[in-house]
Every structure is written in C-alpha cells, then in structure tokens.
C-alpha cells in the first residue's frame, strides 16, 4: 500500500483544512485596525492563514467575536502547512474593571444607610 498523495490533492486537502479552521474559530486578531482571523489558539501562541496575513510582531489585541480577551507581545515563530504560527512573549487578560490599590475586606458593607427620622 502506498502513501503517496499527488500534490494537487494535498494542496486541496490544506485548502479545505484551513476553510475549515476558519470557519470554526471566532477568535480574530487586531493588528494597527486590520482583523486577521485566528484559525487555532493554544497555550503559548497562535496561528492564522499565511495567504492573507503578513510576518506580525509587536503589540496586538484578540478577540473572540466582539469581546476584547488579550492584549498581546507577539513574534511570528514559523511559517508551516498554509499558517504562519505566531508565538506570545506576553499575553495581558483584559479587565472589565481597573486594579484595586486597597485590599478589599470580605465582610465590607455592600452600602450605608442613612438614618431615617
């Protein structure tokens, strides 16, 4: 039995693997206003389609649909099978609320009611 695979099937069958990523992945990646779609993430970085995006480095933000998730450090690592492959130097979780310079006691009161005469 043989294992070869001529290469017009291979490149179809990368063709439709990427089609595929893309049309699972949510998660879009913003680079100085310009979206890329990110066709896999995983922990120590990411991918997205060689053929329409170029070699990123520096800061950018993800986002899965309209939700900010990361802002991040990034350096494109390898360039393999139709995705560039980026990997993150920082990756900074985004907050809804900014940092608390206090502690905040667990039995605190929730508001201060006034004395009603």
Same mark, same amino acid.
């Given at each position: 039995?043989?294992?070869?695979?001529?290469?017009?099937?291979?490149?179809?069958?990368?063709?439709?693997?990427?089609?595929?990523?893309?049309?699972?992945?949510?998660?879009?990646?913003?680079?100085?206003?310009?979206?890329?779609?990110?066709?896999?993430?995983?922990?120590?970085?990411?991918?997205?389609?060689? $053929?329409? @995006? !170029?070699? =990123?480095?520096?800061?950018?933000?993800?986002?899965?649909?309209?939700?900010? #998730?990361?802002?991040?450090?990034?350096?494109?690592?390898?360039?393999?099978?139709?995705?560039?492959?980026?990997?993150?130097?920082?990756?900074?979780?985004? $907050?809804? @609320? !900014?940092? =608390?310079?206090?502690?905040?006691?667990?039995?605190?009161?929730?508001?201060? #009611?006034?004395?009603?005469?």
């Amino acid at each position: 039995m043989s294992t070869y695979v001529p290469k017009e099937v291979q490149d179809g069958l990368d063709r439709a693997r990427l089609a595929g990523l893309k049309k699972a992945s949510r998660l879009r990646l913003d680079a100085d206003g310009v979206l890329y779609s990110v066709l896999r993430m995983w922990k120590t970085g990411f991918s997205i389609d060689a $053929a329409t @995006a !170029p070699h =990123l480095r520096g800061y950018v933000d993800l986002y899965d649909g309209a939700v900010h #998730l990361f802002q991040c450090l990034i350096v494109a690592h390898e360039e393999a099978e139709g995705e560039i492959r980026f990997e993150f130097k920082r990756l900074t979780a985004v $907050a809804n @609320a !900014p940092a =608390l310079d206090f502690e905040k006691r667990t039995n605190a009161p929730v508001a201060l #009611l006034a004395d009603a005469r």
